[in-house]
């Protein structure tokens, strides 16, 4: 019913020559309440990091923003649970399906179901590794071989004088998840050019605190002799601090660490010289994605990528970007 209304809106969009439908890497407006509102089924991955809180409320605030109305569904990290989320959203005729799956396989079943019930679905955040890419509109998010790419560089840089063999660790994102493949993908890239880098042990956190703290401990305990620390994403890296501390050794110099995200906690231990870098991945996605799912169910065409932007900070950089941090 709501398809007809918007494809009237969006002829008489065409008709009155206010064109549009490109550009959509601008952020939200925040203006649209009213006629055209639509009904968004979202299905978050759960509560499991720092990101991820911010992630909500970006969506949350988007949606009222831009006069959504929003279906939230967190599945607590498991896939069966986004899957279920999904069937109901199908069932109960949504206009527009989005959702960040928390593993990257295992879903062409559930999205070839949405496309027969011609809802549209927009991928945020992490991707599918689906053969069939016509299963989903667009998908918004980081570039993280691009992340993993760039905490290699660092490490490159920072160690480039040395001779000795440079033994590091990795905590790795939640299994078969898009940015815990990508990121050690984009890592392991980029340090292979030099065999001095060792990654002498690497396990998941599964991108939460308490793991990370675990599975240091772990490493700690096998490993007399670790340079570095790589950690898929700040949480773990806050929880690895505590492990090396809890070993009576100084994080950021008797074990440098980089990270990825940095939300707040992050980047106030960077300040504070326990993380040597962070690379920065935004999880403020809620504005760009209203905007392309007002253009999705209105039938405008999108592009089938929109990748976000980001940054990398230093210890001084932290220092300088903390106090107006959103988040
Ligand atoms: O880096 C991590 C979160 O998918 C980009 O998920 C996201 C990642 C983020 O739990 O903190």
């Given at each position: 019913m709501l398809k007809k209304i918007s494809l009237l809106v969006a002829a008489a969009v065409v008709l009155a020559g206010c064109g549009g439908g490109d550009g959509t890497t601008s952020a939200g407006t925040g203006t649209g309440a009213g006629d055209d509102s639509i009904v968004m089924g979202f299905s978050q991955v759960g509560a499991e990091s720092g990101w991820r809180t911010a992630n909500t409320k970006s969506v949350q605030e988007s949606a009222k923003s831009a006069g959504v109305e929003l279906k939230f569904s967190d599945a607590q990290q498991k896939q069966e649970n986004q899957i279920k989320a999904l069937r109901s959203f199908i069932q109960q005729k949504v206009d527009v399906i989005a959702f960040s799956p928390v593993v990257e396989s295992g879903w062409d079943t559930v999205l070839k179901e949405a496309q027969n019930a011609k809802i549209p679905v927009i991928l945020t955040d992490r991707a599918v590794d689906s053969k069939d890419t016509s299963l989903y509109k667009t998908f918004l998010g980081s570039d993280f071989v691009e992340e993993g790419k760039k905490a290699g560089q660092w490490l490159v840089e920072e160690y480039k004088d040395a001779k000795d063999p440079v033994n590091i660790v990795e905590l790795q994102g939640?299994?078969?998840s898009a940015p815990a493949n990508d990121r050690k993908a984009g890592f392991a890239e980029v340090i292979?050019?030099?065999?001095?880098?060792?990654?002498i042990a690497s396990q998941t956190g599964d991108f939460t605190r308490a793991k990370g703290k675990e599975v240091m401990e772990a490493f700690l305990k096998s490993n007399p002799d670790i340079d570095v620390l790589y950690a898929h994403n700040d949480d773990m890296g806050l929880g690895a601090i505590e492990a090396i501390e809890g070993a009576g050794k100084t994080p950021g110099t008797d074990i440098k660490i980089i990270t990825v995200d940095a939300v707040k906690d992050g980047m106030q231990a960077l300040a504070d010289g326990k993380i040597n870098y962070i690379v920065e991945c935004s999880p403020l996605l809620g504005p760009q994605l209203m905007d392309l799912a007002k253009k999705v169910v209105k039938g405008e065409q999108v592009p089938p990528r929109v990748v976000t932007e980001e940054t990398t900070f230093t210890q001084e950089q932290a220092k300088q970007a903390l106090p107006s941090r959103q988040y």
């Open positions: 939640t299994t078969g292979g050019a030099d065999p001095k880098f060792k990654i």
